[in-house]
Structure formats: C-alpha cells, structure tokens
C-alpha cells in the first residue's frame, strides 16, 4: 500500500494541513485549516500546527509515525534554514526550521518555499502535468509566490513576487489581500495583475502561467481579462496544492539518499 504522509502549508493567513497520497497527488483527509496566529512567531505557529497535525493522528490511515511531515513555509528555505520571512514573524530568519519544527512535534519535519510546494503539485499532478519547457506558477495570497518548474524540474526560492514593478515590490500591489486591502473592483485589480504578469512574461517567456492561492478560485473574475501571450490558467489542485506539494516534497526527501540535514 502507497504510504501516505501529511502536509502542512503555513501560510500568512492560515495552516492547513491534510493526510496525502503522494502517489496519486490527492487529500485522503482534511483540508483542516487554522488561522495563523498573529504575530506568527516560531512558537506561536509551531503549536498551530501541532493542532493540526494532532487533527489527522488518531484516524484511521493516518501515516507511520515515522513517516516525515511535509511543510510548505512562505519564506525562502536554504539547507532547511529561512533565510526570509516577508509575511511572517522576523523571529523566523535565520532559525533552523527542521530542527525547530521537528523537536516541537517530535516527528522528521521536511520544509520547502510555499509556493515551491504548489508548484511541484501543480506540474506533476495539476495544470503543468506534461508540459515541457519553462512552467510559472504564481500564487496569489497574503504575499505573491512563484515556482519556476523546467522540463518537470523544480528551480526553488525564484520569488518573483518581490520584483519591482512601477517602483513597488509587486506584492504589496498585486497580491490577493493587496487587492482587499486596497478594495480594488476586479476590473482594477485585473489591470494590476496586466502590469505583473506582462512584465514576469517578459523575462521569462513560460510556456505557461499557473494561478494558485486562494483566489484562484475566483479566476473567472481577472484571467480572462489579462492578454498575454503566455496562455495562463488557475491552479488545478486550488487551494491544496500546498499541501499536496508539502507532501510530495517529503516524500521525495524520504525516498532519496541522505539528505544535507541528515549529513550535517
Ligand atoms: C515570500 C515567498 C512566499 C510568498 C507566498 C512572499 O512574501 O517572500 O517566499 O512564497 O510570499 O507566501
């Protein structure tokens, strides 16, 4: 039987987690979701997520306690440290998130960039399934996420919801609670996303654009206002492809030859 393995996606609004097949991409249980305490320092979202994973531990088919936790983190991740924290506690930069993390719930913890996760979900089991060549994906929530996935590889930590565009770092305009927190109509907003996505398109040349976060479930409202060459779709896997891609994330760490934090 496939093992299965739970995912976690921190996020600068909530924590969701489910209990996920990575062999076929999809939740088994949850998504269970609890709102990021706030200010989301290392202790206080370390005990949100120990409630959420405490949620899956006693049903049935829940994973081995020796079956790693995957988690998806809004923050550039290098070795297993943060190296960045735009949407969450300064507390976290530079803390060493596996080791934290994994003595916190006392189970082996793999980490990988928020949107990172969504894309390796999205381009194995999503909108990117099959499709060679350069693959964005870009999430649309608290901050602005990307994932650069060539020929079905993952490049990680690219950021490119930092890149400046008419002289702001886009996520501060272009992001989903950008958009509340400005009340912008969609119409306004779609011509905001028109601005990010020309210039994204611009410097990379994707085959194609995948929308992920929260509000990919509202796309209706803005894709099909953008014009671009780059035909860009909304995530397949919505707002579970963090979890998802968590879960593949240590999935694939676990199957692999040691990892850095196992020969540090
Ligand atoms: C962070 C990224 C993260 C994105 C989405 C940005 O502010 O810098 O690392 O992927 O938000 O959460």
């Not at 976290?92 to 719930?105: K, Q």
């Not at 949107?115 to 999430?139: C, F, K, M, P, Q």
Request: charged share 15%.
């Amino acid at each position: 039987m496939t093992e299965t393995l739970i995912g976690i996606d921190i996020g600068g609004t909530g924590i969701k987690g489910g209990i996920v097949d990575p062999d076929q991409g999809i939740l088994l249980a949850g998504p269970v979701q609890v709102p990021t305490p706030q200010p989301a320092t290392p202790t206080a979202v370390a005990e949100a997520v120990a409630q959420v994973v405490d949620s899956f531990t006693h049903l049935p088919g829940a994973p081995d306690r020796h079956a790693p936790i995957g988690m998806a983190f809004p923050g550039i991740i290098r070795h297993g440290v943060v190296r960045s924290a735009a949407n969450v506690d300064d507390g976290w930069l530079e803390t060493d998130i596996i080791t934290f993390l994994g003595d916190r719930l006392g189970r082996r913890v793999e980490v990988i960039n928020d949107a990172d996760a969504a894309g390796l979900a999205e381009s194995r089991y999503g909108a990117g399934a099959g499709i060679t060549g350069t693959i964005l994906v870009i999430t649309l929530g608290t901050g602005i996420g990307s994932a650069f996935i060539f020929d079905g590889q993952l490049v990680p930590n690219t950021e490119l919801g930092h890149l400046e565009v008419d002289g702001c770092d886009a996520e501060t305009i272009a992001s989903a609670v950008a958009r509340e927190r400005h009340g912008l109509p969609w119409v306004e907003y779609s011509g905001v996303l028109q601005r990010y996505f020309s210039h994204v398109e611009f410097l990379f040349s994707p085959e194609l654009f995948i929308v992920g976060g929260g509000i990919s479930q509202r796309a209706d409202e803005f894709l099909p206002q953008l014009s671009l060459r780059t035909p860009v779709v909304p995530a397949r896997l919505l707002n579970d492809a963090g979890i998802i891609g968590a879960a593949l994330h240590g999935h694939r760490t676990h199957l692999s030859a040691p990892t850095w934090t196992e020969v540090r």
